[in-house]
């Protein structure tokens, strides 16, 4: 069965600190995997898909399949970061799989 | 634009009482889902929709029940409401294999 695993429930950083938030996940098949955001009383938002290999609003995402991860980075964080991060893993089916989720806090 | 609502934004009901959640997506989009939010659970599927007259059952079904007479709405229904399902209530859909589309969810609470 596919499950997706984020350890981190709160991660607090200070604005300009490097940020990573970790997803690590179990499935048999070739996985896709995706990051969404919430901000606060707003709807989920995609972040970024594992398949399309691009940055958005600073943020990055390496797919490990040796390690099982696909950790959340950003170099330097913004205070508007500050949100809810769901990593999410689609199986063939259709299937969608979110982890538990990790609030992050930026902190000026 | 095309968007996705779900109405009631937010809804307080009573044990026992039949509750139906809309979802109404105009993207013409093919697959519907309902998750519930959780706090330590994240967001757990439901129900879904890969298109009219098709639904299945998710990681948590139980108490909840879909149809889908048209593309565009997948209502969702807890034939008779108990206090643990109180939570958020998220409807999303997808074209093919694209990402999910969300709405601004629903917040039950049921006393």
């Known amino acids: 069965a596919q499950r997706v695993t984020q350890p981190e429930k709160l991660l607090s950083v200070f604005k300009g600190a490097p940020v990573e938030l970790k997803c690590n996940y179990s499935y048999s098949g070739s996985p896709e995997l995706f990051w969404y955001v919430q901000y606060s009383r707003q709807r989920l938002q995609l972040l970024l898909r594992h398949i399309s290999r691009e940055s958005i609003k600073g943020f990055t995402a390496d797919l490990n399949k040796g390690e099982t991860s696909f950790h959340l980075k950003k170099p330097f964080a913004q205070e508007e970061d500050s949100a809810m991060y769901y990593c999410a893993l689609r199986s063939f089916n259709n299937d969608m799989r979110f982890g538990a989720g990790t609030r992050l806090t930026v902190k000026p | 634009d095309a968007e996705i609502t779900q109405s009631p934004r937010h809804k307080i009901t009573e044990t026992g009482r039949q509750v139906t959640l809309a979802c109404h997506q105009t993207?013409?989009?093919?697959?519907m889902f309902w998750y519930r939010q959780d706090l330590g659970h994240g967001l757990r599927l439901i129900h879904y929709s890969y298109g009219v007259h098709d639904t299945n059952k998710g990681e948590v079904s139980d108490g909840y029940s879909v149809s889908r007479s048209n593309t565009e709405d997948l209502p969702l229904t807890l034939e008779s409401a108990a206090s643990s399902q109180t939570s958020v209530y998220f409807c999303a859909s997808s074209a093919g294999n694209q990402p999910q589309h969300f709405g601004d969810g629903t917040r039950l609470s049921i006393l």
């Open positions: 993207w013409n989009h093919n697959n």
